[in-house]
């Protein structure tokens, strides 16, 4: 069975990721995993400001429980069926524990939201967004808190016109498909970089042949601000969701895009982001 993972430090901030989550899941119909990462339990009323109090008895009973009363609180009862599963997880590192939760079921996506409450080291997003990006065995789709749940009609793909862009999006396209969402390509273009439009006719031809999806449109923008133009076009085109390719070095054009830009997406906090890696995109099969 497919497998979306969601993580949750309780949190109110997390809450909007939650309810996309269950959302997201109920419209690809995978199963979902929700799942919380505790530290090693602590003296009966010591605890970490922000989480529940550590009460005696069996943790992962405790933290299921609590994980129950989380759903409860923001889904009603509708979380109460066969396809969603209470799945704690006890790590001294909240990375590893989601780590260990989406490589234990297979993970398709994780979904998170993007700030923490608590006073924990490693917060569930912000700073180790990054982290999981980086490490996460699937993409990650991380969720602005206040984000109302909503249908994924439009996905931006920015792109660096690198092959392994269209890998991307070639995976991308698995998960449009069945939500009829229209997936629009576009790379921003500054004025130093040379050839741009017949860039993106090599790489129109290289993604045509390779990925059999009618909803993909493709734009060339031009501007030496590439944040605060891609901003203003996922306005323009009432994106739902921004995608972005993480990797470890600079591709052909060797400019701006992948880490800083991942980073100030996730600053930007009014939409939803998607990133894959240059490691576990191949791993996404709807």
Known sequence: MKTLLYATDYSENSVSALQFAYKLGQDLGTRLVITH??????????????APPIHEGNPFKFH????????????????????IQMEPVQNSSVIKGIIYKAEEYHAQLIVVGTKGDNGLEELILGSTTK?????????????????LPRNLDTMVYATDFEEEDIHAIEKLSQIAKPLKAKIRVVHISTSGEYAGDLRMEWFKDMLKSKVDYPEIEFELLFSEDIFDTLSIYLGVVNADMVVMLE????????????????????????????????????????
């Not at 994980?67 to 509708?78: D, I, Q, Y």
């Not at 982290?131 to 984000?147: G, M, N, Q, R």
């Not at 992948?258 to 709807?286: P, R």
């Open 64 to 83: 299921r429980n609590e994980l129950e009363k989380f759903c409860t609180e923001h889904l009603g009862n509708k979380w109460n069926n066969p396809k």
């Open 37 to 50: 990462t505790f530290t090693s339990p602590t003296v009966l009323g010591v605890g970490v400001k922000g």
């Open 247 to 286: 990797r470890e070095k600079k591709g052909f054009l060797k400019k701006w895009f992948y880490s800083d830009l991942v980073k100030k997406m996730e600053d930007y906090g009014e939409v939803i982001l998607m990133s894959f890696n240059e490691h576990n995109h191949k791993t996404l099969f709807f």
């Open 131 to 147: 982290k999981l990006i980086e490490k996460a065995p699937c993409p990650i789709i991380a969720i602005p808190k206040d984000v």
